[in-house]
């Protein structure tokens, strides 16, 4: 009865509530692609995910949306139209110890924001630069947050974990467990960490009684050195990969499984995951050695038809190297698709300086392929991606929103983009029909690819965006004075001033 009344007022809230979408269409360079709105108040966003409620009647879908301002559910029965439902104000993460700063990254940064469908949470990972502290003081608190949305009108922040790590944390094992990774050492942990902070899980199993392991995941990343691990993304089959400086490796997380490191077949538990495959990529392809997330496509959610191009499914792996060593998005900052072939003995964690293991690079993918653009150079890396089949939806910062075909592996192409002047992506969202892009300079847009999209793409036609306009230009150099880089990291995750 409970579900029954709480979809029954759920249905009432949507059918009642007001838009907060603004409809003028930004200045700037859109090709196959539909403007649909801006979603009011969502300045500062940094990532979405979706929750799905069963009551008495159809389906009720709400977006999570997390950034500067904290926490935000809204109401998605018609997508192109979200209605604001609750929110936790960032003052509300605050923690006792934290200094009251005017700086834009109070909240900070829940970068890849994951959920619990079953019991309905929200995890927000805390980023030891949060409310004015930086990544190298041992001082300033890192860890994660969880909420209860059980009822998304009624938001409700229930605990906080502290960690040695913080910048993302992503559900495993069906989010019984959390792997939090990031970002690079504090002064007090570069001995033992020198390239950066490894992964800790997070045992969620009992919300009263939440642990976390002393063992650190994921180390000796970087050709022998332990180094920042960044982000984790589950495959289909169940494995988590984790990326970061010097590459992505995946691993099983449950079940007995051949540990081609220890040479024996052990159980996978989270604490104790068992190594599967993967690797750096290859320096060519990707000079700073930076991996910010990946995507394996396998099982249901393979690219379909690869096999005529000679892959094997689950053998490759898609990923962004996010560097900004190019004032061009030439080089550096690419989108990578890699063969795993080669990597499933363990040679991605036997990797040395003297003889360095590389997984072989199919293809990149970067603006500059098509455009030759000329932006600044804090702005100009590829992101965060999200796949739906062969359509791959890519933020670029302020190179905006780019759709590319990847059904030939060895040869992606753009389908379609999205560039306000003022744009400052960090991630899409495939919802139903539309594409919802966090970014973090205007809000959450929302955007619909047309018939423009899936000519280019049936055609395997590419298309190009046009170079900055004055105007563009103009509203990147104001936006370059409100973002900088970390003196730890450079720019990777530019963060606001």
Not at 103 to 122: C, H, I, P, S, Y
Not at 221 to 232: E, L, M, S
Not at 439 to 467: C, E, F, H
């Amino acid at each position: 009865m409970k579900k029954l009344g709480l979809g029954l007022m759920l249905a009432s809230t949507l059918a009642i509530g007001y838009p907060v979408v603004a409809e003028d269409a930004p200045p700037g360079a859109v090709g196959n692609v539909d403007y649909l709105g801006t979603v009011d108040d969502t300045n500062g966003v940094v990532a979405i995910n979706f929750l799905e409620y069963k009551g008495g009647g159809r389906p009720l879908d709400v977006m999570m949306v997390s950034g500067t301002f904290g926490l935000k559910s809204y109401g998605v029965s018609n997508p192109s139209t979200p209605v604001l439902l609750d929110e936790i104000g960032e003052a509300e993460f605050r923690l006792p110890t934290d200094p009251v700063t005017n700086t834009g990254r109070a909240f900070w940064e829940n970068e890849d924001m994951d959920v619990d469908q079953a019991r309905k949470l929200v995890m927000m990972a805390r980023d030891p630069r949060a409310y004015g502290g930086s990544a190298s003081n041992p001082s300033s608190v890192a860890g994660v947050y969880i909420v209860d949305a059980a009822d998304p009108t009624n938001l409700d922040l229930k605990t906080f974990e502290e960690l040695p790590v913080g910048h993302t944390s992503s559900c495993v094992n069906d989010c019984d467990f959390l792997w939090t990774g990031g970002p690079a050492s504090n002064t007090e942990q570069a001995a033992l960490w020198p390239g950066g902070r490894p992964i800790f899980a997070t045992d969620l199993r009992d919300l009263d009684n939440i642990t976390t392991s002393p063992v650190a995941i994921d180390t000796e990343r970087y050709d022998g050195v332990t180094a920042y691990a960044h982000d984790v993304q589950v495959d289909e089959s169940g494995i988590a990969w984790v990326s970061g400086l010097g590459g992505v490796r995946g691993y099983h997380t449950t079940g007995k499984h051949w540990d081609p490191v220890q040479g024996k077949r052990r159980t996978a538990t989270a604490t104790d995951p068992v190594p599967f495959a993967g690797g750096g990529i290859d320096e060519g392809a990707t000079p700073s050695a930076f991996i910010h997330n990946s995507d394996r496509p396998a099982g249901s959610n393979s690219i379909p038809g690869v096999a005529k191009y000679g892959f094997k499914p689950g053998e490759l792996i898609l990923a962004t190297e996010e560097a900004f060593g190019s004032r061009t998005c030439d080089g550096v900052g690419v989108f990578a698709i890699a063969s795993l072939k080669g990597s499933y003995d363990g040679e991605g964690w036997n990797s040395t300086p003297e003889d360095p293991f590389r997984l072989e690079t199919i293809s990149t993918w970067s603006p500059a392929d098509e455009e030759g653009t000329n932006v600044d150079a804090r702005f100009c890396s590829a992101h965060y991606f999200e796949r739906q089949k062969e359509v791959v939806a890519y933020s670029w910062y302020a190179q905006g929103t780019r759709f590319l075909d990847v059904s030939d592996p060895r040869n992606p192409i753009q389908i379609a983009y999205y560039r306000p002047d003022d744009a400052v992506s960090f991630a899409p969202y495939f919802f139903e029909d539309v594409v919802y892009v966090a970014d973090n300079a205007r809000g959450v847009d929302i955007i619909r690819l047309d018939d423009g999209a899936r000519k280019a793409q049936s055609q395997r036609k590419p298309v190009t965006a046009p170079g900055f306009s004055k105007a563009a230009k103009q509203n990147l150099a104001a936006l370059s004075g409100k973002y900088t880089g970390d003196g730890t990291t450079s720019y990777i995750c530019i963060i606001p001033t």
